[in-house]
């Protein structure tokens, strides 16, 4: 615990400066001391004392829209890099999605509903595995990964783009799929809301977003060491917290022209593409999981349950 203290009294400083960053007016973080010194600094000591000697430790940090993942990734970051001295990376799997003209193109000669970032098939996986190769290999190239900007719902100008110049000791992949599984086929004939009864009465969506999950996806999340998963209690508490993330958004890009940040209904509406593995992973990623982050319904971090690696 010594150990722990002494972690907190030399990070607090730019945990707070981060979490001051990302609080709005309206919307302030509580129990940050709390959250910091009893959950993120154990959680923190556990990915120093599991990660492999000599190669860059792969997490995937996963959760339900608007849980929180990019702030408590953020965080994670931040400690391990400030007092335990490791070269961290944090990306979203967000940032790989496929170019709108990308996902255009599949729109029409899939699903319209791939035009929709989000589900597995509208990322760029060979991508990602580029990324995993490289810091596998003995000698590590500097590379660049790409950026996306959900105000355009497009990925950023190359100037923009993250360039990673030396091999992470810890890579930290976020995102809200990040570890899912593949539904058995005879679960995908029930719709699971309308959005599938209207728009995909004939399942051709769901059953390529499920393939896609058992081959290119599957073989991606493999390779990840460890999953942490943020639990929170279900979809309907998601839906708020994940309304109340676009409005932070719509701040952050009040005086861009032509964005494409959603308004209450929009984001219910596209939701309803994320339900289906997100309800799957409530019952499913718990059990794969390293570490599992109990939410609470204010948006708090109630527990965190550790497992054998």
Known sequence: MLNHLDCYQKVKKKCFS????????KEKFKNKEKMIKSYLIPICFWINKNKPLNKTFIIGLAG???????TISSLIRLILTNYFRLKVFKVSIDDFYKTRKERLKLSKSKHPLLLTRGVPGTHDVDMMNKLFHNIKKKKFNSMFIPKFDKSIDDRCNKK?????????DVLILEGWCVG????????????????EKNLDNK??????????????????????HSLLYLKAKNFNVLKHWRIKQEKKLKLKNKNKKNNKVM????????MMTYQRITQNMFKIAPKHSSIVIDLNDRHQIKGVKFKNV
């Open 263 to 270: 308004n209450n209904s929009e984001v219910l509406n596209f």
């Open 18 to 25: 981060f979490i001051t960053s990302q609080e709005t007016k």
């Open 64 to 70: 339900g829209q608007g849980t929180g993942k990019t």
């Open 203 to 224: 399942k051709k969506w769901r059953l390529h977003v499920n393939n896609q999950l058992k081959n290119k996806y599957s073989k991606l999340f493999n390779q990840i």
């Open 160 to 168: 923009l783009w993250y360039k990673i110049k030396k091999k992470p």
């Open 180 to 195: 899912a599984k593949p539904e058995k086929k005879i679960t995908l004939n029930k719709p699971i809301n309308k959005l």
